[in-house]
């Protein structure tokens, strides 16, 4: 089965959410130092505090298993 598409028209998702079209970037680093410039934490932010998140999630599942293997009464 084929899908036709005219090119013409795009389907977009999420269009909503969409502020502006900044379009393509030459390269991975331009775009990084955009979204610095932007309003992403700097990066010694993220690295002091990246694990923070792990940490929450390996306590929550922790606490999930703990509750799983309790034996039936």
């Given at each position: 089965?084929?899908?036709?598409?005219?090119?013409?028209?795009?389907?977009?998702?999420?269009?909503?959410?969409?502020?502006?079209?900044?379009?393509?970037?030459?390269?991975?680093?331009?775009?990084v130092t955009?979204?610095?410039?932007?309003?992403?934490?700097?990066?010694?932010?993220?690295?002091?505090?990246?694990?923070?998140?792990?940490?929450?999630?390996?306590?929550?599942?922790?606490?999930?298993?703990?509750?799983?293997?309790?034996?039936?009464?």
């Amino acid at each position: 089965m084929a899908i036709g598409w005219d090119g013409e028209s795009d389907l977009i998702l999420f269009s909503p959410w969409i502020v502006k079209d900044v379009g393509p970037y030459p390269s991975y680093d331009d775009l990084v130092t955009l979204a610095q410039e932007e309003g992403m934490p700097p990066k010694v932010f993220c690295q002091l505090f990246d694990w923070l998140p792990a940490f929450f999630s390996r306590r929550r599942t922790e606490k999930i298993r703990q509750q799983g293997s309790a034996p039936a009464a």
